[in-house]
């Protein structure tokens, strides 16, 4: 198998793999009401092979090998609904997380501070 097809292999498999739906399942019909799920996508892969013995010109060998990753983050859903203007709602609020990361920034600091004494 050459690198190129090796490739291309990895792309199709991986690119297949890398959907919303494969995280998160189809979208949901409920009161009237459509959710479609949003999640954020990465992939990426790679791939060598190579011929020849290394430093001896008799030796044949030949080989190759590859990988690859796939990385899905959740974002939010779209909800549709016809009473209902058609909105965005996410997963985190960052505000929440940063609070929450900050206050505990603060007790570690408080604990290590109390322990000193």
Do not use: C
């Amino acid at each position: 198998m050459t690198s190129s097809t090796l490739l291309q292999s990895l792309h199709e498999n991986l690119s297949s793999r890398a959907q919303v739906k494969s995280v998160f399942g189809e979208p949901v019909n409920a009161e009237g009401k459509t959710i479609i799920p949003i999640a954020r996508i990465a992939y990426g892969f790679g791939a060598g092979s190579g011929a020849g013995g290394v430093g001896d010109t008799r030796a044949r060998g030949e080989g190759g090998g590859g990988g690859g990753a796939m990385r899905a983050i959740p974002v939010g859903v779209i909800e549709v609904s016809a009473h209902q203007p058609t909105r965005f709602v996410p997963i985190t609020d960052r505000k929440k997380l940063g609070a929450a990361a900050m206050a505990g920034v603060l007790l570690g600091i408080w604990l290590g501070w109390r322990r000193r004494k």
